[in-house]
């Protein structure tokens, strides 16, 4: 299916000023039901949760619908679906209730490509427990990660693995099944964090074989907040620290104080929009599942026409290569600093920041070093205009 891609625009109250937003990686544009949803749910009579006031029922029913909406959107069970300040915030408080259990001997995989964000709360647990970090490299020359060099690192005192969805730098999306079935094949946990992936193509927990999966709404058309999707079952083996009267219960125990309904709120109403462009036919995972196969299907085409216009300019170098990716592009320039670009498109109405975006190990191992380059990420919203400002903003740039 195909979606309109001017009706989408038009949610979007941001895109008025006339920028072109190739910024998406770093978090999308926020539409208008998404802050009437965080509005409405902010004036409505509100409490802590519960079932005898109208105030009660309200914000449960705001938590209830959006642990079902994240469900749908990712193939997990809602009753596994825990809530959190961040992607960042749930993968450190994770990793504490994880590693309480590991020790000296114990192993734990993590993958130079992957954001910081699914490195340094691993490495971090471990040296806390004394366990051993293995390091699996990706090729600089093509920006895969094959499955085989995480296999190889993989024993029976491997106690989890930690890799990415799809590179928030290069937008790699190595093959998360195989690497998951070889971890589980050692007994190990798997923890896969879906920020970049989740924004850009269908996503079915299940099938991927992630034990835990973190995605974040503010990537793909909603708010500031984090979620982790897992097996209920799963997670009842767990037990954090919490406050003595919090629930026990799964996944509220993980759910360190209240939680910010109005921005539930508007996860719910984002995934719905994305629902709503393949019409109204079907359930809503069904018509999530064929949403954002014609976004992606949109957002290759379109990356397509920034790789062949790119590849025509002198001295630019186009980082992305790996045969699966997202619609996000790193590029460097010879002898010009990436974050001149940055500067040069601003100036054009063009959004397209440099750095390395806390992809720091894939910016270092790419030979970047701290520095990174320009990332091109596209968003459902982009358009072909958006890409011809951009194309003309980097040849404006580059011959002056």
């Known amino acids: 299916m195909s979606f309109d891609v001017a009706a989408l625009r038009a949610h979007f109250p941001a895109l008025t000023d006339g920028a072109a937003h190739f910024d998406g990686p770093g978090g999308s544009q926020t539409p208008d039901v998404v802050a009437q949803a965080v509005a409405a749910t902010m004036t409505q009579p509100m409490a802590i949760r519960g079932s005898v006031t109208q105030a009660e029922r309200n914000a449960d029913a705001v938590v209830v619908e959006a642990r079902q909406a994240v469900a749908d ?25 994880l590693s309480a259990g590991w020790g000296a001997g114990d192993e734990v995989v993590v993958t130079r490509l992957d954001h910081d964000a699914n490195i340094r709360p691993w490495v971090q647990a471990a040296e806390a427990c004394g366990a051993t ?27 989890l693995v930690a890799l990415t969805g799809a590179s928030n730098l290069l937008g790699t999306r190595p093959d998360v ?45 909603g708010p500031h907040v ?24 799964v996944p509220e125990r993980f759910e360190l104080g209240t939680l910010p309904y109005e921005l539930l709120a508007g996860t719910t109403a984002a995934i ?16 999530l599942v064929a949403a954002m196969a014609a976004f992606e299907q949109h957002e290759d085409r379109l990356r397509e026409r920034v790789e062949d216009g790119v590849r025509d300019l002198p001295g630019v170098t186009l980082w992305s290569r790996a045969a699966l990716r997202t619609p996000t592009l790193l590029l460097t320039f010879d002898g010009r600093d990436a974050a001149e670009a940055h500067r040069a498109l601003a100036e054009r109405g063009v959004n397209a ?4 975006f806390y992809a720091i190990e894939a910016s270092r191992h790419l030979g970047l070093g701290d520095a990174g380059g320009l990332r091109v990420g596209l968003a459902p919203y982009t358009d072909d205009a958006d890409v011809d400002r951009l194309l003309a903003g980097l040849r404006e740039w580059l011959a002056a």
Not at 133 to 158: I, K, M, N, Y
Not at 226 to 249: D, I, M, R, Y
Request: charged share 20%.
């Open 73 to 97: 959107l990712t193939g997990g069970h809602p009753g596994g679906v825990v809530f959190g300040r961040s992607a960042t915030a749930l993968t450190y408080e994770f990793a504490r209730a």
């Open 133 to 159: 970090v293995r390091w699996a490299d990706f090729d600089p020359a093509t920006g895969e990660l094959d499955p085989a060099t995480v296999g190889a690192l993989l024993s029976d005192r491997t106690r």
């Open 177 to 221: 099944a195989a690497i998951t079935a070889l971890a589980h094949d050692a007994g190990a946990l798997t923890w896969v964090d879906g920020v970049h992936l989740t924004a850009h193509a269908p996503v079915d927990v299940t099938a991927l074989g992630a034990d835990f999966f973190v995605c974040s709404p503010y990537k793909f058309l």
């Open 226 to 249: 984090g979620c982790l999707v897992a097996a209920p079952e799963l997670l009842e083996t767990l037990h954090p620290e919490k406050l003595l009267p919090s629930s026990n219960a």
């Open 272 to 287: 719905d929009l994305i629902a709503a462009q393949a019409g109204a036919e079907g359930d809503r995972r069904s018509r």
């Open 353 to 356: 920041p440099a750095g390395s």
